[in-house]
């Protein structure tokens, strides 16, 4: 390890007891993406990770977001864990813009092990079903909403700068987008992560490890199953010689998802996702946050015709949305 913390979170560890006092760990900076500083630090023949939102993200655009949504990263952590034990992290100490936890740093990512043609649809169908655990366990919880009534930074950092921001690109889609942001914006089902992406997913031994739930919402689950089947398919461009494994991990993590839903009509929840599907491939190349491993123009094209074509003509189940993938 190399590097220093910056002395906020360096009092941050010596207040929860996790630092000595007069005691300067070496701390590693690790890939944060766009909205976070996360160190590795080194403490006493052990070491954690620490987290730090950012006011302003790390993009081309401008975007900023509240940094309160750390704490509700935080909760979203806790509540998921009690649900489905062993899911995340373990939770070390808490403070208004940062947290500790455990380090898990021999797992290997998910999005890893797909670039790498490691693909195993049995573990996609056990994201999917893990997911659907713990949306099934916040389901119609008047108290788990009122936690998660984060209305403000669920559009800050998911609905602006994914649908709204590609609306105002593709002015021809632009009622689309809005009626489907509205619709999210107004659909409260469960407590929702976010950004379930592979990226966010670490391969544990005993199943899949969620990360990053700094977009915490008590709001609609079908954005976490569309958000993440979403990257399934644009992996198929970044790397078409693994396609067909790509989709039958798509069709594993649909029907894990699927088998468990039991709060809402299955059927409902899975044509919510399927319309939002096409918005948020489309946002992924035109959006505040595109996806870095889309270079070519040719693979941008193929996926905005693929997403204009069902924001045209919306799909009613997502068998419709691989259907129109496979015809691209």
Same mark, same amino acid.
């Given at each position: 390890?190399? +590097?220093?913390l910056?002395e906020?979170?360096?009092?941050?560890l010596?207040?929860?007891?996790?630092?000595?006092?007069g005691e300067?760990?070496q701390?590693?900076?690790?890939?944060g993406?766009?909205?976070s500083?996360?160190?590795?630090?080194?403490?006493?023949g052990?070491?954690?990770v620490v987290?730090?939102?950012?006011?302003?993200?790390?993009?081309?655009?401008?975007?900023?977001?509240?940094?309160?949504?750390n704490?509700?990263?935080?909760r979203w952590?806790?509540?998921?864990?009690?649900?489905?034990?062993?899911?995340?992290p373990?939770?070390?100490?808490?403070?208004e813009?940062?947290?500790?936890m455990?380090?898990l740093?021999?797992l290997?990512l998910?999005k890893?092990?797909l670039?790498?043609?490691?693909?195993?649809?049995a573990?996609a169908h056990?994201? +999917?079903?893990?997911?659907?655990a713990?949306?099934?366990?916040?389901a119609g919880?008047a108290?788990?909403a009122?936690?998660f009534a %984060?209305d403000?930074?669920?559009?800050a950092?998911?609905l602006?700068?994914?649908?709204?921001? %590609?609306?105002?690109r593709h002015?021809?889609h632009?009622?689309?987008?809005?009626?489907l942001?509205?619709?999210t914006?107004a %659909?409260r089902r469960?407590l929702?992560? +976010?950004?379930v992406?592979?990226k966010?997913?670490?391969?544990g #031994?005993?199943?899949p490890?969620?990360?990053d739930?700094?977009?915490a919402?008590?709001?609609?689950?079908?954005f976490d199953?569309?958000f993440?089947?979403?990257?399934?398919?644009l992996k198929?461009?970044?790397k078409?010689?693994h396609?067909p494994r790509?989709?039958e991990c798509?069709d594993?993590?649909r029907? +894990?998802?699927?088998?468990?839903?039991?709060w809402?009509p299955a059927?409902a929840?899975?044509a919510r996702?399927? %319309?939002l599907l096409p918005?948020?491939?489309?946002?992924?190349?035109?959006?505040?946050s595109?996806?870095e491993y889309?270079?070519r123009d040719?693979?941008?094209d193929?996926?905005?015709?693929?997403a #204009?074509g069902?924001?045209e003509?919306?799909?009613?189940?997502l068998?419709d949305v691989i259907a129109?993938?496979r015809?691209?």
């Amino acid at each position: 390890m190399s +590097g220093s913390l910056p002395e906020p979170v360096l009092a941050f560890l010596r207040a929860h007891g996790l630092l000595a006092e007069g005691e300067t760990p070496q701390a590693e900076p690790l890939p944060g993406g766009v909205s976070s500083e996360i160190w590795r630090v080194g403490l006493r023949g052990r070491s954690i990770v620490v987290k730090r939102a950012l006011a302003r993200l790390r993009v081309a655009e401008r975007w900023e977001a509240p940094v309160a949504r750390n704490r509700y990263e935080w909760r979203w952590m806790r509540v998921a864990d009690a649900a489905v034990p062993g899911c995340v992290p373990r939770l070390l100490a808490a403070g208004e813009d940062l947290f500790a936890m455990e380090d898990l740093g021999a797992l290997p990512l998910w999005k890893h092990e797909l670039r790498d043609g490691r693909i195993e649809p049995a573990f996609a169908h056990a994201v +999917g079903a893990r997911l659907a655990a713990i949306h099934g366990a916040t389901a119609g919880r008047a108290e788990v909403a009122r936690e998660f009534a %984060t209305d403000d930074n669920f559009r800050a950092l998911r609905l602006e700068p994914y649908l709204e921001a %590609t609306a105002r690109r593709h002015p021809r889609h632009a009622a689309a987008l809005a009626a489907l942001a509205a619709r999210t914006a107004a %659909t409260r089902r469960a407590l929702v992560h +976010g950004d379930v992406s592979p990226k966010n997913i670490l391969v544990g #031994a005993r199943g899949p490890v969620f990360l990053d739930a700094e977009c915490a919402w008590y709001g609609d689950p079908a954005f976490d199953l569309a958000f993440c089947l979403n990257h399934l398919l644009l992996k198929c461009r970044w790397k078409p010689q693994h396609a067909p494994r790509y989709l039958e991990c798509f069709d594993a993590l649909r029907a +894990g998802y699927l088998e468990a839903v039991g709060w809402e009509p299955a059927a409902a929840l899975e044509a919510r996702a399927a %319309t939002l599907l096409p918005a948020l491939l489309l946002a992924r190349v035109d959006g505040k946050s595109p996806v870095e491993y889309l270079v070519r123009d040719e693979d941008k094209d193929a996926v905005r015709r693929v997403a #204009a074509g069902l924001l045209e003509r919306p799909p009613a189940a997502l068998a419709d949305v691989i259907a129109a993938w496979r015809g691209s």
